[in-house]
């Protein structure tokens, strides 16, 4: 008997995961496969899963057209932190005659050895892999050293599929759009049914903007949300900044919606390319009800800055200037200084720097917050 495993958080299921398991089934000729959501991921024990149960669901209707496959409470019956090594432990006591294949992409090939015990679960079961959006040879290289490490070969399996990332799907759906380019339809249904990441009045202030701001702030959204992990700030709280954040870009002095607004006199004028920014999150407070000062805040602060910036402040001004379609002299320096390290600081003060450095070569206004910015975080700089 030929068993395959395939663990994840399914944060919602995608059908990258489905062509995945397909692929496997096929090509490994698997009786049965077990999908495996886990209770707690230990690679994402700060992050905030959504329910056990809409979890299993999801992947319940994803998987529900491939006989071949059940989708396993397993790891979710055990509660706490879901190790690979003791999930494949039980099922080779399980069937102790089977050949076990644990089947992962090369993202998680790659992070293998960092795992608990990766020894133990080479020992138990065939390592399956499938690329992701990988080069012609991806599985050579890795090979090697797969093999140096744990002196066996893993399996391939023969599919290579598009880099498709959860974290973009619960973006897209926090601001109302559609998903099934990403989910089965009744996936889609069933999260937009249960109203799962679901961001109130995300789409009605995405519905100011025009259609390439629109799509910036999706873009932004993203890259928030992916680096916010590591940081440890809450994702939706960060997914909620980045979507407001530009929701005053659009917007004339003489908007309805901006009635009452009065901009801060404290730093002086300010700036056309800064309004927004107040302008923002005034909307944020009052037609759209967010009630979070750090949210408000990050919007309020995200084109100039200001000297001693929250957390998410931080992550969203860097992500502002740094999504993947922002295209200027440095840009890729700062994105390999966003990345580093368990902090923003540096990144921030080289930010901030590159900042004043190209209004200065424009001859343009320089408003005291950013330069209050600069000033705080300069010393950051290496």
Wanted: glycine share 6%.
């Amino acid at each position: 008997m030929r068993i395959g495993i395939f663990g994840g958080s399914f944060d919602p299921v995608h059908r990258e995961h489905k062509n995945c398991v397909r692929a496997a089934v096929e090509g490994l000729r698997l009786d049965k496969l077990y999908v495996m959501p886990a209770h707690t991921p230990p690679h994402k024990p700060d992050r905030v899963l959504s329910s056990d149960a809409d979890r299993m669901e999801m992947c319940r209707l994803a998987f529900a057209d491939i006989p071949e496959v059940e989708v396993s409470d397993y790891e979710i019956s055990q509660g706490g932190t879901s190790y690979t090594y003791l999930t494949c432990r039980h099922f080779k006591e399980l069937y102790p005659n089977a050949e076990l294949y644990f089947l992962v992409g090369t993202d998680m090939l790659r992070d293998f050895p960092t795992w608990r015990n990766p020894q133990s679960i080479v020992n138990d079961a065939e390592i399956a892999v499938c690329g992701r959006h990988d080069e012609e040879g991806w599985w050579e290289r890795e090979q090697v050293e797969f093999f140096q490490k744990f002196g066996k070969n893993f399996v391939r399996v023969n599919y290579n599929g598009a880099d498709v990332s959860s974290t973009k799907i619960r973006v897209l759906a926090g601001a109302g759009m559609r998903l099934t380019e990403f989910v089965e339809e009744n996936v889609e249904e069933y999260i937009h049914k249960n109203h799962l990441y679901e961001i109130q009045n995300a789409g009605k202030a995405l519905s100011l903007e025009k259609p390439t701001r629109r799509a910036h702030s999706i873009r932004v959204a993203y890259l928030a949300a992916e680096r916010a992990l590591k940081l440890k700030i809450p994702e939706r709280k960060v997914i909620t900044a980045a979507l407001f954040h530009d929701c005053g870009k659009n917007l004339t002095p003489d908007s309805p919606y901006l009635a009452g607004f009065v901009p801060p006199a404290e730093w002086g004028e300010v700036p056309e390319p800064v309004w927004h920014q107040f302008a923002g999150a005034y909307l944020a407070e009052h037609t759209f009800g967010i009630t979070d000062e750090d949210i408000l805040n990050a919007i309020r602060y995200h084109t100039s800055g200001r000297a001693d910036m929250s957390e998410l402040e931080k992550l969203i001004f860097l992500s502002d200037m740094l999504e993947e379609e922002r295209s200027y002299e440095g840009v890729e320096g700062l994105r390999k200084l966003f990345w580093q390290g368990q902090g923003l600081e540096e990144c921030l003060g080289r930010a901030l720097f590159e900042t004043l450095e190209f209004l200065k070569s424009k001859g343009a206004e320089i408003y005291p917050l950013t330069q209050n910015a600069y000033e705080y975080y300069k010393n950051y700089i290496k």
